[in-house]
């Protein structure tokens, strides 16, 4: 049974940056797809970016140029860069890693973007 556990979160200002990591409890080496996810109070979970088999990566457009996601294999750890936050961003973001033909999910961590 594989454990995510994010952290990073946090109050930050509009225009401000997070760097949310993910902390894999196995190897994260042989895992394709694996990414965050977000959800706003009131709205569904929706991908914010991920890689995939391809090896590609995915984006939401909102975040295209703001946003970066990248691993260390070496530490089982996903990072999700962000910049220039908006107060729209504001919710709980999750860290996924799709292994086996399971999907595993983190518990998730706060940001809330407010000035």
């Known amino acids: 049974q594989v454990q995510l556990m994010e952290s990073g979160g946090g109050l930050v200002q509009p225009g401000g940056s997070l760097r949310l990591s993910c902390a894999a409890s196995?190897?994260?080496?042989?895992?394709?797809?694996m990414g965050w996810y977000r959800q706003a109070p009131g709205k569904q979970r929706e991908l914010v970016a991920g890689?995939?088999?391809?090896?590609?990566?995915n984006y939401a457009d909102s975040v295209k140029g703001r946003f970066t996601i990248s691993r260390d294999n070496a530490k089982n750890t996903v990072y999700l860069q962000m910049n220039s936050l908006k107060p729209e961003e504001t919710a709980v973001y999750y860290c996924?890693?799709?292994?086996?033909?399971?999907?595993?999910w983190g518990q998730g961590t706060q940001v809330t973007v407010s000035s």
């Open positions: 890689f995939t088999s391809g090896p590609n990566i």
């Open positions: 996924y890693a799709h292994i086996v033909l399971k999907t595993y």
């Open positions: 196995e190897s994260i080496f042989s895992v394709n797809v």
